[in-house]
């Protein structure tokens, strides 16, 4: 006799976006906006499970990560970076007018576009930012 097992919860699942697919995997993007890679068999009916985006390898540069700049500000320009289009550090120079046009309050265009670019290039070295203990 087996035991009575606990009803399991249906995994969570996440709309997507398809944007590409080659071989088998897919490209995505998710609310917020956010783009990944994904197993092209774990797509059904425009979802897949929040599992499956947690192991998957997110699409662009983590803007969050790079940015030398406050919290809030890193959150708020990392999403007009990405609602602009710009994703990786070729969006960057082919949308480069995009970028002058995006503001934060207190930050001068200048340190806005020197920012996002010194951001990229520590993207490309793969060298996240130093911060300042006492800032955070």
Do not use: C
């Not at 059904?44 to 499970?49: A, E, F, I, K, M």
């Not at 997110?58 to 803007?63: A, D, K, N």
């Not at 030398?68 to 070729?90: K, M, P, V």
């Not at 949308?95 to 993207?123: C, K, P, Q, Y």
């Amino acid at each position: 006799m087996t035991e009575p097992t606990e009803p399991q919860d249906a995994p969570e699942l996440i709309p997507v976006r398809v944007l590409a697919t080659e071989g088998r995997s897919s490209l995505v993007e998710i609310e917020g906006p956010r783009r990944y890679y994904v197993p092209t068999s774990k797509i059904n009916n425009n979802h897949v499970s929040a599992g499956t985006l947690i192991k998957a390898i997110e699409y662009g540069i983590r803007w969050e990560s790079f940015l030398d700049l406050d919290e809030s500000e890193r959150e708020s320009l990392a999403g007009q970076l990405r609602n602009a289009g710009i994703w990786t550090r070729y969006d960057l120079t082919a949308r480069d007018r995009r970028l002058l046009r995006m503001s934060i309050d207190g930050i001068s265009n200048l340190e806005l576009v020197t920012a996002v670019f010194s951001a990229a290039h520590r993207a490309e070295k793969n060298k996240l930012p130093r911060r300042n203990k006492n800032a955070e």
